[in-house]
């Protein structure tokens, strides 16, 4: 089940990694039509198809427009960040938990060593873990 969780984990990171790349590719297609509008707007004026003040309105628009999405842009690629920082923190905690039941399944280490890093995994998980948490092995031996 944990490394189910941790295949997930992979692939949601592959997912924003893509997802990042396709917000990058339409960004840098706005960006060029930004400049294409920019410089066309000008063209007019330069033609005299538009006047001064309407020329002024037009860029003004535009660059409205343009930090409107430079904006969008900024906010996703923080999201990108954060949910990547958070996958990222959920895989650890997850490989830790693996590692640990390897170790206790495979009797390696001294019980209290295993009991330490529980306490060590489960302290960065809600809070702590509850004082009741056992492990396994120690009822078993306390049973033979």
């Given at each position: 089940m944990l490394r189910g969780l941790y295949q997930d984990g992979k692939e949601r990171i592959a997912e924003l990694n893509t997802k990042e790349e396709d917000s990058k590719k339409a960004f840098t297609?706005?960006?060029?039509a930004h400049?294409?509008?920019?410089?066309?707007?000008?063209?007019k004026l330069e033609t005299k198809k538009?006047?001064?003040e309407f020329y002024e309105s037009e860029?003004?628009?535009?660059?409205?427009?343009?930090?409107?999405?430079?904006?969008?842009?900024e906010r996703q690629h923080r999201q990108y960040l954060s949910a990547l920082r958070l996958q990222h923190a959920t895989m650890k905690k997850v490989h830790n938990m693996i590692e640990l039941y390897e170790k206790a399944l495979s009797s390696k280490g001294s019980t209290s060593d295993l009991k330490e890093d529980l306490q060590k995994v489960m302290a960065t998980m809600h809070g702590g873990a509850p004082g009741h948490l056992v492990l396994m092995q120690?009822?078993?031996?306390?049973?033979q």
């Amino acid at each position: 089940m944990l490394r189910g969780l941790y295949q997930d984990g992979k692939e949601r990171i592959a997912e924003l990694n893509t997802k990042e790349e396709d917000s990058k590719k339409a960004f840098t297609e706005k960006e060029a039509a930004h400049e294409k509008k920019l410089a066309s707007i000008k063209e007019k004026l330069e033609t005299k198809k538009i006047s001064n003040e309407f020329y002024e309105s037009e860029v003004k628009d535009e660059k409205r427009i343009w930090t409107y999405w430079s904006k969008v842009r900024e906010r996703q690629h923080r999201q990108y960040l954060s949910a990547l920082r958070l996958q990222h923190a959920t895989m650890k905690k997850v490989h830790n938990m693996i590692e640990l039941y390897e170790k206790a399944l495979s009797s390696k280490g001294s019980t209290s060593d295993l009991k330490e890093d529980l306490q060590k995994v489960m302290a960065t998980m809600h809070g702590g873990a509850p004082g009741h948490l056992v492990l396994m092995q120690d009822e078993l031996k306390a049973t033979q």
